[in-house]
């Protein structure tokens, strides 16, 4: 799943934004240059229209976790961006290829119900089972596990409950693919895992095309250059010093002109990248044009003549003339230069290598597939023995590598926490699956998950969740099979690993909403009371926080009450104890749980100082102040996981304050620098944190180094955080803020990422 719907315009914008996006597909369908971008963009023509239509129509309703009519919250649709659903299934459309082959090896129409109906046969159960034991196929959509899981209880003896579940499948057997697709090999393990598979990194290198402007260099050091050596050469017979003209040209000086004047003519029709020896006032152009006009016999005029001149003097001046020591040495330079391999050989080359390794899967080592070009290429390809691969391909091929997350972070195959939450559905796949004893079924378990993973997250309304895995009703079909505790331990020690990679690697960012979706299905795995909350989108806000988030921020007040953290941020988690007690009272004597803390809600409102959540600042403000109370899953991570990230809280700080640095020197002349100060009060946030985790001794050492640290930055940074950080250092020392978050007559403040009134303080220019 991927996090657009907490990225996007309010409900109320949603056929606006729709229109925008058609509008922005359309053009590009009419003007780009590549094919295959335009047929992209025309995809997106279809979809979008598939969006404006269902909303007119009344048949998809946006916000909803069922927005498609007639179809329940299982079916996975199609979603654009922004979590618009299309009214499209992505299960259904046209039959696919194999589903064609399967059909007419079956003897059956080719039609989905038809299909379905075969699968239920002994025959059809028969192939399944193979599948099942082979592991020969993949599973695209999370719909294409269904019959499998049929096939799978049958022959357990479960015949009720994979009846149970054919009663839910049939209604949709003719529009949904509930088959997977075949595939050469099982698919791998998970211990290891990988960005991209070998056959992605090829199909990107197959899309490189040689560069325009690079190519055009290449051929005018390789061409024209040289053609105009030879026409200036031709020229100085004629002259004395660079004055040109003042011999008259002979008969062969003439004949020999016009054999120039020829190859010019097959050059120009067989090179055609470099145009500038078409260009009227380059020297080239000068050159042959008044060659060809001595050839034919016509004196040149005056101001040709001037021309001719100026151009022959302003060569010689600059390289030499033809055949002297500093033109020859520039053109063995040049000629250099030009005979490097381009790119996109290059990248031709590395794509025979991939070609030999196994596609669906990503590369065990990476380094035979990034050396030099070897004397063999060199004798097949032509291309110069020692020739580097360029680090555009290089990085390409690396991210292949299929090895332990912990060892890709460390390389920079994974360089951000959002690419992390890409590659975690593979961990937590092999994780879940570790819970069903049955090799067959622990296989499809983990190739469903994979493809539950890649469902795109709908845009939702009113506190509506996303649909979780063990909603589908071939998951709840098996559910029975898991082994609980030996899963809880496996579940829980792969959550620990990966929160600590996440918050060891990436210090100073927020958890990505898809990481924290893995870690969340983790949490629930291992039966731990460990609420994960989301980033919530300001301009999608409606003023309401689940009851988790109320649970996060008392299991904060665990970890961090009367620390540096709750001082700083002026929080009495004393205050919010009681308030959980109290919610958690009300509600026993209600009889229900409600989905919302109105009194979490009422606190966050009141901390950031607005009187409602109307404006996107306003909204900013109260969801910053939940993530302040919560810590946005540290302290939870921290608290309730166990997480224990090296080398420790004060390296973590100082990580954490090297973000801000480098995030503050980009605010200087930006002329939108709202977001990139949100940022960096996030990562002062985290930095906080890990100093409020510090012994004593560790907390003066790092507030000590702070200083050292502006100073490696541009002047700017350090004139524009002293406030910040003579704030840090006030509260580090006992004092406090003003009710305003400032203290000192505003030279020390507490730094927050939202202003809602008027300009963040941090945007103002620095007094020099």
């Known amino acids: 799943m991927n996090d657009d719907a907490e990225q996007q315009l309010p409900f109320t914008s949603g ?48 916000g909803s976790r069922t927005p498609v009519a007639g179809l329940p919250a299982w079916v996975t649709p199609e979603v654009v961006r922004g979590g618009f659903a299309t009214g499209v299934a992505s299960a259904g459309g046209p039959l696919l290829p194999h589903e064609r082959d399967a059909a007419r090896r079956a003897g059956v129409p080719a039609d989905r119900r038809a299909l379905f109906a075969y699968s239920l046969t002994e025959a059809g159960l028969a192939g399944l089972c193979r599948l099942l034991d082979d592991g020969c196929y993949d599973i695209a959509v999370p719909e294409e596990a269904a ?34 697709r075949p595939a050469a090999a099982p698919a791998p393990g998970a211990s290891a895992v990988h960005r991209r598979t070998v056959a992605e990194a090829g199909q990107s290198l197959a899309r490189r095309r040689p560069h325009a402007a690079v190519e055009a260099q290449r051929e005018a050091l390789t ?18 010093g660079d004055r040109v003209l003042v011999r008259t040209p002979g008969e ?82 040049q000629a250099a230069e030009a005979a490097l391999p381009s790119h996109h050989a290059l990248a031709q080359l590395v794509l025979r290598r991939l070609g030999g390794l196994p596609q669906e899967v990503g590369a065990a080592d990476v380094a035979p597939l990034v050396v030099a070009v070897t004397e063999e290429e060199h004798r097949e390809a032509g291309l110069p023995v020692g020739a580097a691969v360029p680090a555009a391909i290089r990085q390409l091929v690396e991210s292949t590598l299929s090895a332990p997350v912990g060892t890709l972070i460390e390389r920079g195959v994974v360089p951000s ?56 009703p071939w998951v709840r079909a098996v559910a029975g099979q898991r082994a609980a505790d030996a899963a809880q331990e496996e579940a829980l020690t792969t959550l620990r690993h990966l929160g600590e990679l996440a918050v060891q690697g990436f210090p100073g960012t927020l958890l990505p909403n898809p990481l924290i979706r893995e870690l969340g299905s983790l949490a629930r795995q291992a039966d731990l009371d460990a609420p994960l909350v989301e980033e919530l989108a300001a301009d999608i806000f409606m003023g309401t926080f689940s009851r988790k988030f109320l649970t996060a921020a008392r299991i904060a007040g665990e970890l961090l009450g009367g620390t540096l953290y709750a001082r700083y941020y002026g929080i009495d988690y004393a205050a919010l104890r009681n308030l959980a007690i109290v919610e958690t009272s009300t509600a026993l004597v209600r009889d229900y749980q409600p989905r919302t803390s109105p009194g979490f809600a009422r606190l966050c409102t009141e901390r950031a100082g607005v009187s409602g959540h109307g404006s996107v600042a306003e909204c900013g403000a109260v969801i910053e102040q939940a993530q302040i109370l919560t810590t946005h899953n540290l302290a939870t991570l921290v608290g309730r996981v166990g997480i224990a990230p ?34 960096a009060a996030y990562a002062w946030r985290h930095l906080v944190f890990h100093l409020a985790l510090c012994d004593p001794g560790e907390q003066a050492r790092v507030l000590a ?64």
């Open 15 to 62: 056929p606006p934004y729709a229109q925008a996006q058609l509008a922005r597909a359309f053009g590009t369908a009419l003007t780009h240059e590549d094919a295959a971008t335009r047929r992209r963009a025309e995809e997106r023509i279809r979809r979008w229209r598939s969006v404006l239509d269902g909303v007119a129509t009344g048949r998809l309703a946006v």
């Open 417 to 472: 926490a959002e690419v992390l939450a890409e590659l975690v559905p593979q961990l937590v796949a092999a994780t879940t699956a570790q819970a069903y004893p049955d090799a067959a079924l622990r296989r499809l378990m983990a190739a469903h998950y994979r493809a539950f993973a890649r469902r795109r997250s709908l845009l939702l309304l009113n506190l509506e969740r996303q649909v979780r895995v063990e909603e589908l």
């Open 252 to 333: 062969d000086w003439l004949a020999r002109g016009a054999v120039l004047l020829d190859r010019h003519r097959q050059l120009a029709a067989a090179h055609t990248r470099c145009g500038k020896h078409r260009k009227p006032k380059e020297n080239l152009a000068i050159l042959r044009a008044s060659l060809e006009t001595t050839v034919a016999g016509r004196p040149l005029d005056a101001r040709r003549l001037g021309l001719l001149r100026h151009a022959v003097s302003s060569m010689v001046r600059r390289r030499g003339a033809p055949g002297s020591v500093p033109h020859t040495a520039l053109r063995a330079r």
């Open 646 to 679: 090296e080398p420790g809280p004060a390296d973590l700080a100082r990580r954490c304050f090297r973000t801000v640095c480098r995030l503050t020197a980009r605010v200087q002349h930006h002329p939108r620098p709202l977001a990139t100060i949100k940022d």
């Open 705 to 768: 180094w702070l200083d050292e640290e502006t100073a490696r930055h541009p002047w700017h940074v350090a004139a524009r955080l002293a406030p910040a950080v003579a704030g840090l250092r006030l509260v580090a020392d006992g004092g406090g803020f003003g009710p305003d978050g400032t203290a000192r007559g505003g030279r020390a403040r507490r730094f927050l990422g939202w202003s809602a009134r008027g300009r963040h303080w941090l945007s103002a220019p620095p007094a020099v």
């Open 223 to 240: 061409v024209w250059q040289p053609f105009a050596d030879e026409l200036l050469a031709h020229w100085l017979e004629t002259a004395e």
């Open 147 to 180: 019959l499998l899981t049929v096939a799978w209880l049958v022959r357990s003896g479960q015949v009720a409950e994979a009846l149970e579940l054919v009663d839910v499948l049939e209604p949709f057997a003719g529009r949904l693919r509930f088959t997977p």
